[in-house]
């Protein structure tokens, strides 16, 4: 399931909150935070583990084939090389290992890797109230029982997706 919260850069405990969160919230973003994460770990574990490997092959038919080798439907490169929202889902993932959500913007990447994520376990991404003028698909993720929403201390479900709707228009409308 994935969790999604909105959280305010006006609020003093929201932002808070926000500190020290890896932000991907376009292509760009993405790319320079994964080749960042990537020049952190040690040259045997990039991306490595079982979940992502279940990730590239599902999602993109590809697997690591060496420390920072892949083979891809296109050929063998570089793990850089993988598309921008199959990057996204290894950063989600990576960063759940330390129990940290990763910033984003609604529409940042195409609803197959959120929907991947999202049957797979627990994540968690967290959206800035002045960025929300695409909420329809998160709110579609969570009417159809695939994510929850948090906003402003209150956690609405698939169950509550009315309530829901009626708290976030203004956030739409203003981002519209």
Known sequence: MLHYRILSYGSDYDWGLLVGLISLRDESEIDRQFEKRLNSLEKEEPFADEMS????????????TGDYAVITPKGKGCITCLASSIKFGLM???????????????????????????????????????????????????????????????????????????????LMENGA
């Open 53 to 64: 490997a279940r990730l590239m092959a599902e999602l993109d038919n590809s697997r690591r």
């Open 92 to 170: 989600v993932l990576d960063q759940e290992k330390d129990g940290n959500p990763v910033i984003t913007k609604a529409g940042a990447v195409n609803g197959r890797v959120l929907e991947w994520l999202s049957e797979r376990g627990e994540h968690t991404l967290v959206l800035t109230d002045n960025e929300c003028g695409q909420l329809r698909e998160v709110l579609s993720l969570v009417g159809n029982g695939m994510a929850d929403l948090e906003y402003q201390g209150q956690v609405y479900s698939a169950y509550s997706i009315r309530e829901c709707m009626e708290v976030l228009a203004p």
